[in-house]
């Protein structure tokens, strides 16, 4: 019995120092930055201990520091039933929120804001519930584009940020790797590339860069070549080691007579000790875009502009500052060539974790940031846009549900749906005025389209027919001018607008629609009075009355549309008053016609205003209402026709 109480003390000796090096191992490795093989050890010991809050803040952290945030949920639920601490709470909170669980992510952050008073860490949380809220009314930036995960070039490991260049395609890939990164156990990743036009990639020729040699025991990614194809940036980093850069830094190989240099550290990186990651060159290549974790930003990873120096290398870093910039993440810039920049990040309101983004101007000059929308973003990480034809198609990374493993290369394309054409065919038909019969067709005049711009559109002259046919665009609004020597030019409005079926109605492609409408041109004939009807004036006045003023606008379109006519404009009266009153009244009644006429834009040396009292009745003797009436008129005749 004393030998068994001997073996049993012996096996618990035993087992509390085994215990005691998994401890140790553990925390070396958590330590190192080993974050999968941490989480290994330490779920060893939970599996003992599952109360073992050291051992659940190790995994949850571990999870954290190797973007899987999502997947920390559990183990800070452990802490929080202990422990409902802020820090606890606010990282329940995002792990929550990394699963879209919006409503539990929410209520775990409201606790946390009751754990302290410090007022960065309230606002911080306050931002986050803010964002969960603003999420929900996220339109999509680019309604029509379509998502494809390009499964072909795909593999199990990882797979991400591709850029073309030079009709090929250049990427990030955990393929062929040599050995496991141990922060989050997934291979180590080199950069691979092979043709491709657009999104038509060969996915049976893929080699590693041909450039220079990738490395062992590191990683390589996020691969950035200069417009001229002259420059290859990456990063390279997470080397285990001590005799290596303790940071991920950017490297440059540049172009020199024969071929590509070997990759150097590049002076934008300033520190050793600081994370710089995720170039891409402006349009121009004068600037170098990347993300850092240098101090002096507003939150883990920031935005950062470099401006390409005198002797070729990039320098002088900025901050984008805080508006693109948050407490959070943000990663993967894309300038544009219109001034657009596009970047993800996990600190705007989005859909999870990162998420893709777009800074534009509004209509007032201000900066503004929107999320693509869930056509483009999921609940997890979505990252690295590159445009092989903006804004139609390129590129982007995931590693959202249903891929082919790690990070996947998805491509996108507009699919916006042809619009229905609708052809507005528009006969025009000329006509002359003849007395007393109907209107007679009038062939070769000449008819002219403009727009609402008064841009010519169209002209020719009409066939034998008194046609002339022109195509116009639905909803629009032109004008007609029809012309023929010996007669009035004479000028229409015209519009389609509510005129064709709305193109969301049609079935077919193409529709046409026939339009017909008439030109009526008079004679112009020197000497000829024409008689402007329904020129009426009050009881033994001159004013231009408005009914008066509308048929005088008629007049002045006339003398638009024939700038070489001078005019003279007469009244005429009843006989009903003295010669001598009425001689006087019909010439300050043509004067006031003259008058309005000048002030609508026309040149008074074009008009002559001529009072005819009652010297030209046309019914002498008149006896009724009527018959007077037919006597007080106001005509117009041409006098001259200036070359």
Known sequence: MKNHFLWITLILLISLNACKSLQEKANDQFLSGQYQYAISSYSQILEDDPDNQEANLAVAESYRLSNRIEEAGPYYEKLVEDDPSFENLYRLGLSLKAQQKDEEAKEAFEKAKGYTQNEDYLAETQRQIEAINLAAGIENYFPNHVLVNYKE??????????????????FTSGRRASGLY?????????????????????????QTLPEFQNEEGLNQAAIAISPDGNTIIYARGNSTSPKDLPETALFASYFRGSGFTQPIWMPVNEDETWWNSTPAF??????????????????????YKATRLANGDFGNAVNLGPNVNTPGNELFPRPTADGKFFFSSDGHPGYGKLDLFVAEKDASGKQVIKNLGENFNSSNDDFAIFFTEYPKEGFISSNREGGEGDDDIYFFEDKTPKPKIVNVLLNVYTKQRVAGEPDAVLEQARVVLYDSENKQEG???????GRVRFTLEPNADFTIIASKTGYFSKSI???TV??????????????????????????????????LENIYYDLDKADIRPDAAVELDKLVQILKDNPSIRIELSSHTDDRSSDEYNQDLSQRRAQSAVDYIVSQGISADRLVAKGYGESQLIIKNAQTEEEHQVNRRTEFKVIEIRE
Not at 153 to 170: R, W
Not at 517 to 530: A, G, N, P, R, Y
Request: net charge negative; no cysteine; proline share 8%.
């Open 459 to 465: 002209g020719d002259f009409s066939n034998s027919n």
């Open 182 to 206: 141990p922060a989050d156990g997934s291979p180590y990743t080199k950069l691979f590339r092979t043709r491709a036009e657009g999104l038509r990639v060969d996915v049976s020729n893929i």
């Open 282 to 303: 402006s349009p121009d290549g004068e600037e170098l875009y990347f993300a850092s974790n240098r101090p002096g930003g507003y939150g883990g990873v920031d935005l």
């Open 153 to 170: 070039l795909n593999t199990p490991g990882a797979d991400y940020a591709p850029v073309s260049s030079e009709n090929f395609i250049y």
């Open 498 to 531: 509510g005129k064709t079926p709305n193109p969301e109605d049609l079935i077919q492609e193409v529709t046409n629609i026939t339009l017909d409408t008439t030109i009526v041109l008079d004679q112009l004939i020197l000497e000829k009075s024409i008689v």
């Open 493 to 495: 409005p015209y519009t």
